[in-house]
């Protein structure tokens, strides 16, 4: 199980870290849950990962991942048996909402989106999650000609022989009344009973048993041998489509009531559309009937009705901006704490962790819970020796959520005012809940945490040079800092022979170090793990001031007191006071600058050049002001965003391009006293045309 620090104050590079093991973690879970059909966590687990990891790129943008988890969906198939299919039009996911908050929310983002005054119904239709096999069934001339499995949403497996055994999907449409092609989309299932019986004939026979029905379903459906998939009680639940020649209606509702007449199962009876309290009042009723269901839900899925509205609002990298699911409630149980511990981060922070009497929670064995904070332990009041009620909501690990033995006699829990790694004081800036270790680079915790952030995938990406290793070398005395890194060629005939290592494994070691001489200037500026550096955030430091000495230079100026130096850095695009004092303090510490002109001593980083994309205004910044009457202030930024440009709130020399509509202020002023081109909301509509 792994802890997780409070959001709230975690580092950039605690933050990077995170999102590193994140996209790991998930990769894994997702892999084993839609290829291998066998997951290792439960669902609620696998979705507060999700959340937590967009928790983190919400909290810190600019960290975001080239291989973000919110960019996925399903999982590739490139080493299934099975052949593969292209979809035509994307398998989308859903985000998750987990609260009648958040579905509210949803709500006002689509009122937002689409800028509807809130006088303006927003009808949405509602139905039951079912937990099955994603499966897109093509029609042409009503005839069922390919189904496929989502796979990874753009690449799915070719299960047509074997859906011929599904009885709810019909081989040909009924009636003569639908469009040429149609792809029609749901999930393949196992109702409660059939799982139960086949797992009952599988133990029979001696084989393996089933986890749970979606997993009973999905290992049915992609089967070499369609005869297997015969066998097994599978059903289909029809929730929506893809590609199409034409569409027999205007809204959701319309269409699925089309769907259900060719014969297919649907939600029929809920395609009616809903206010906001009768989409709650749904999600209870459901919840309540949920047992008695003669099949598996998770919760409740909510789309706008309108097309029209749909086609607006788009898509983000996986999900659609139309739609959500209203996830159940996670488990609650109780334990004993049995200890707390503090584990000191890269940073220097000090996390407390709790250590649990084994429990059950969500149908994981739980052993250990961050506690985050002092004021954490402060506010729940927790000694060793409580009795504590943990959930698994919102968060990648259960969180503790209640004490139950408050009021009884026990000693308190002091927070430690000293390092417990090298001993030095831990105290709490003014301002933070957090303690930190005052030892920077001194602590052994933080040497050897920052180390590994420096050749971890978002910074150098050094292969071969994991964790386990970095802590083998420095406890060796070869690795104290990064230059370090680049000097062990010095060291290979010492390295060959220990326990692990043979002469190929130590060459591609140090062949993965020789290709990371000429680094990318802004990978290797976040590597360092300067407080509030994140990935873009030194890129877009890098794209100004284009070298890594330049940087030095203006950041030692603009601490010094220089006002035009502290005026070029806050000018850039996202870099603020937090940045610029934390990078007056790096190298203001004659420790850092020792270990920066050791490092560039051992490599040489290219001056940082951005390319950008073939389009009118890729790579340009755009500032939208005034009321935009064709679409939202959110809609015309996602335009600008899918074009390559970039979306600013403020109008500064840096501004290429805005965009002004009625009412337009002192940044339309502004925009013609730097002489900025200005068009109105017609010629950005002729800009997006063309691009498109």
């Not at 949405?124 to 000609?145: F, H, N, Q, W």
């Not at 004081?425 to 809940?433: D, K, S, Y």
């Not at 083998?472 to 680049?486: C, M, N, R, Y």
């Not at 937090?578 to 920066?596: K, S, Y």
Request: glycine fraction near 8%; charged fraction near 25%; include cysteine.
């Amino acid at each position: 199980m792994n802890d997780f620090q409070d959001i709230a104050g975690l580092s950039e590079a605690d933050a990077a870290n995170e999102l590193m093991r994140l996209a790991r973690q998930i990769n894994r879970a997702r892999r084993k849950y839609h290829l291998d059909d066998a997951p290792e966590i439960p669902d609620a687990d696998y979705d507060a990962m999700i959340l937590r990891n967009e928790a983190l790129e919400a909290a810190f943008p600019h960290l975001r991942r080239p291989d973000s988890p919110s960019d996925k969906v399903g999982f590739e198939v490139a080493a299934s048996p099975l052949s593969k299919v292209v979809h035509e039009a994307r398998m989308m996911s859903l985000d998750n909402a987990f609260s009648d908050g958040e579905l509210a929310e949803f709500v006002a983002r689509v009122r937002r989106f689409l800028a509807l005054g809130e006088d303006v119904p927003v009808p949405m239709t509602a139905e039951p999650k079912i937990d099955g096999l994603s499966c897109s069934l093509r029609y042409e001339g009503g005839v069922l000609v390919r189904a496929a499995t989502r796979g990874d949403g753009q690449v799915g497996e070719d299960v047509t022989p074997n859906v011929a055994h599904v009885a709810d999907i019909p081989q040909r449409l009924a009636g003569d009344d639908h469009p040429e092609i149609f792809e029609i989309r749901g999930e393949v299932y196992m109702e409660k009973a059939g799982f139960l019986a086949l797992n009952a004939a599988q133990a029979e026979k001696g084989d393996k048993l089933f986890a749970n029905p979606r997993n009973a379903a999905a290992g049915s459906l992609r089967q070499k041998d369609a005869r297997v998939t015969a066998s097994r009680p599978l059903r289909f639940y029809a929730h929506g489509w893809g590609a199409h020649s034409a569409l027999p209606a205007t809204t959701q509702a319309g269409v699925m009531e089309k769907i259900a007449a060719w014969g297919f199962t649907t939600a029929l009876e809920d395609w009616a559309p809903r206010d906001l309290p009768a989409m709650i009042d749904y999600y209870n009723d459901l919840a309540a009937r949920r047992a008695a269901l003669p099949y598996e839900i998770d919760g409740v899925v909510y789309k706008v009705d309108s097309l029209d509205w749909q086609a607006r609002l788009g898509f983000v990298a996986k999900a659609p901006r139309w739609a959500i699911a209203r996830k159940f409630p996670a488990e609650q149980a109780s334990t004993t704490l049995e200890a707390i511990d503090i584990q000191v981060g890269r940073t220097g922070k000090l996390t407390p962790v709790g250590r649990l009497v084994p429990l059950q929670v969500g149908g994981v064995t739980v052993t250990n819970v961050t506690l985050h904070n002092r004021d954490e332990i402060a506010r729940l009041g927790l000694r060793i020796g409580d009795r504590v009620v943990l959930q698994r909501a919102g968060d990648v690990i259960p969180q503790v959520v209640d004490n139950l033995t408050r009021d009884e006699e026990r000693a308190p829990f002091i927070f430690p005012d000293h390092c417990p790694e090298c001993g030095s004081e831990a105290v709490a800036e003014e301002g933070e809940v957090d303690v930190r270790c005052t030892a920077g680079l001194i602590c052994p915790a933080q040497r050897t945490e920052r180390l590994k952030h420096f050749v971890s995938r978002g910074a150098l990406d050094i292969d071969g040079l994991g964790e386990k290793t970095i802590e083998e070398f420095f406890g060796l005395g070869w690795l104290e800092s990064p230059a370090d890194i680049f000097r062990l060629r010095s060291r290979r005939d010492e390295i060959v022979g220990r326990p692990g290592w043979q002469d190929k494994s130590v060459d591609n070691l140090l062949a993965a170090i020789e290709a990371r001489r000429q680094p990318d200037a802004a990978r290797l500026l976040f590597g360092l793990g300067i407080r509030h550096v994140g990935v873009v955030t030194a890129r877009d430091l890098l794209k100004r001031l284009t070298t890594l000495p330049a940087l030095r230079a203006a950041a030692e100026r603009a601490h010094a007191g220089d006002d035009e130096a502290r005026a070029e850095l806050i000018g850039i695009d996202g870099i603020g006071p937090a940045v610029l004092e934390a990078l007056g303090d790096f190298f203001h510490e004659p420790h850092n600058v020792e270990v920066w002109d050791d490092l560039l001593g051992q490599v040489n980083p290219p001056p940082y050049v951005v390319e950008t994309q073939a389009s009118e205004v890729a790579g340009k910044t755009v500032v939208f002001t005034g009321k935009l009457e064709t679409m939202s202030r959110d809609e015309a930024k996602a335009q600008a965003e899918r074009l390559g440009a970039r979306a600013s709130g403020s109008v500064s020399a840096k501004t290429d391009l805005v965009v002004a509509g009625p009412g337009a202020g002192s940044k339309l002023k502004q925009a013609e006293t730097l002489n900025i081109p200005v068009i109105d909301e017609a010629g950005w509509a002729e800009i997006v045309a063309r691009a498109g």
